[in-house]
């Protein structure tokens, strides 16, 4: 039956749009049942009115679209099978078009496949359609005309990008710009993006910075997105109380105050910043494209980054996806005398078990910091491999430990100082850090060191965004 339909009824739809006022029919949400075996079966039920039934689908990443002319309902239900497998995450777009009445009215769904269910993650409204030629008394050909919408996902390439970005329901081209910002507003847009505000030290991640939405920190100039680090002025007078402006949700205890009065604990010898976009756009496979300026100065660390949906942007031991990193160190070695400083750039993943960090890291070594310039970093994300590129150079391609990406993710930018895995003890030689990591002293001792480091900071310790881009892949 599937392609019946294409060589004897020469079916093209004519749709133009009329206003929904006209809804004498609202075509229900279609039902899906997957099969045990292969295959599934979509349906919407019966209705005295339905005269015929068109179903196109388009099952993740595979063309062409499957179609199916129905024209008789059985059991009370208009439905058709098919034989194809729905894997796991899968994405099903659906469109249904129902003549009831002698109208015809159109409707597209979008549907993922979550543990052998489907999830609706998209639905239109049902939207009647002028149908000029539909010539009853013509034999079995009748003559629709496909939706600009339609026509356009018909002759593009297929994406496999899903998106959550809310409203549109338009199908998806392959390229397709899905998000961006260009912090060319005189604010940043605050419902697109979200400050962390919380603490990070003594803590699992041990980073000794606080993140806080002050403007002095983090601000827009000149069409740019600045983070801008910035040293305390004193760490021990009072206590830090971040009360109902402190954002953290998994570890209030730990990440919203610090106690005056316990001997080695002080208030953050550094302020920054940290947004993420969780609550207004993420996606799944893509290509995202940030130019920046990377922070220079001992010990700063560059978030770049996409973590799963299910994890909030401070879950600790969250899976990630670097787009890019580069030490704020001008001089760094490890103890096998490999740089690994602000020259060597790493984008990658990284995966958690058991607390361990497993590191699936690319880099590229330059004669520069690559604090100095700004680049374009590309992280391309599909779902066997991902591809970074610096500068449309590609520097790596990982196929192993996408297994653990099987979600939607969202950005995080943020810059960040420490931190037990960016600047990890067992690499380094030992007296180079002026703390250790997951000492109860460390943050102390970082702060009594500041002339070692607060000196290499200056007007280059800020992260600098121009603009972030993604792309549907
Ligand atoms: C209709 O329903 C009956 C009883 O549930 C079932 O035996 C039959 O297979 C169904 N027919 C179709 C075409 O699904
Ligand atoms: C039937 O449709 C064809 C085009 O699809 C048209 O050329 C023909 O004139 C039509 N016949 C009648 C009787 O309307
Ligand atoms: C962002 O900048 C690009 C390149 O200058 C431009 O084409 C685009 O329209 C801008 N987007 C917005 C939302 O301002
Ligand atoms: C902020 O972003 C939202 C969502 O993309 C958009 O609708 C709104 O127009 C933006 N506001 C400004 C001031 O650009
Ligand atoms: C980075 O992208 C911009 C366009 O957004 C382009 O003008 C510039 O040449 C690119 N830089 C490099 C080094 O490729």
Redesign the pocket.
């Known amino acids: 039956m599937a392609y019946k339909f294409l060589l004897n009824f020469k079916l093209t739809l004519l749709i133009i749009l009329i206003g929904k006022e006209n809804i004498a029919y609202k075509i229900p949400s279609v039902e899906i049942e997957i099969f045990k075996e292969r295959g599934f079966k979509i349906s919407i039920p019966d209705d005295p009115g339905i005269q015929r039934i068109f179903f196109m689908m388009i099952a993740d990443e595979s063309c062409p679209a499957l179609m199916d002319y129905i024209t008789q309902a059985t059991n009370d239900s208009w439905s058709s099978t098919q034989h194809i497998s729905l894997q796991n995450n899968d994405k099903l777009q659906v469109s249904v078009l129902v003549q009831y009445n002698d109208h015809i009215y159109e409707k597209s769904e979008t549907l993922v496949v979550l543990n052998t269910r489907l999830l609706n993650v998209q639905q239109s409204s049902t939207r009647n359609i002028i149908t000029k030629n539909i ?1 009853r ?2 034999g079995s ?1 009748c ?1 629709l005309y496909l939706s600009s919408d339609q026509r356009l996902s018909k002759q593009c390439k297929p994406t496999s990008s899903i998106v959550n970005s809310g409203s549109t329901s338009q199908g998806i081209c392959q390229g397709a710009l899905l998000f961006e910002d260009n912090f060319s507003e005189a604010q940043l847009n605050t419902s697109v993006w979200m400050y962390d505000i919380r603490q990070r030290m003594y803590h699992v991640e041990e980073e000794l910075v606080a993140f806080e939405d002050s403007p002095q920190i983090s601000y827009l100039r000149e069409g740019h997105l600045h983070i801008v680090p910035t040293v305390a002025s004193e760490v021990t007078e009072g206590a830090y109380q971040l009360g109902d402006r402190c954002t953290a949700i998994e570890s209030r205890q730990l990440e919203c105050s610090i106690s005056k009065g316990s001997f080695h604990k002080i208030k953050p010898p550094v302020y920054s910043a940290q947004l993420h976009t969780r609550e207004s756009f993420n996606f799944k496979y893509g290509k995202i494209v940030v130019r920046a300026k990377l922070p220079k100065g001992d010990w700063l660390f560059p978030y770049m980054m996409l973590q799963p949906v299910s994890t909030h942007a401070e879950t600790h031991y969250a899976n990630q996806l670097r787009i890019a990193y580069a030490r704020g160190n001008d001089y760094l070695r490890n103890t096998q005398n490999d740089d690994i400083s602000g020259h060597r750039l790493y984008g990658g993943i990284i995966v958690w078990h058991d607390e361990r960090a497993v590191q699936i890291l690319k880099n590229r070594l330059s004669t520069k910091h690559y604090g100095d310039d700004f680049h374009n970093y590309t992280m391309i994300w599909r779902r066997d491999k991902l591809t970074l590129l610096v500068d449309n150079d590609i520097y790596g391609e990982i196929k192993d430990g996408l297994q653990f990406f099987n979600e939607k993710c969202f950005i995080i930018f943020g810059v960040t100082v420490g931190g037990f895995l960016n600047f990890d003890d067992s690499i380094l030689m030992n007296d180079v850090k002026p703390y250790k990591n997951k000492h109860p002293r460390a943050a102390f001792s970082f702060w009594h060191n500041r002339n070692t480091w607060a000196s290499t900071w200056g007007k280059d310790s800020a992260m600098i965004i121009d603009y972030v881009r993604v792309y549907a892949d």
């Open positions: 010539n008394n013509n050909e003559q």
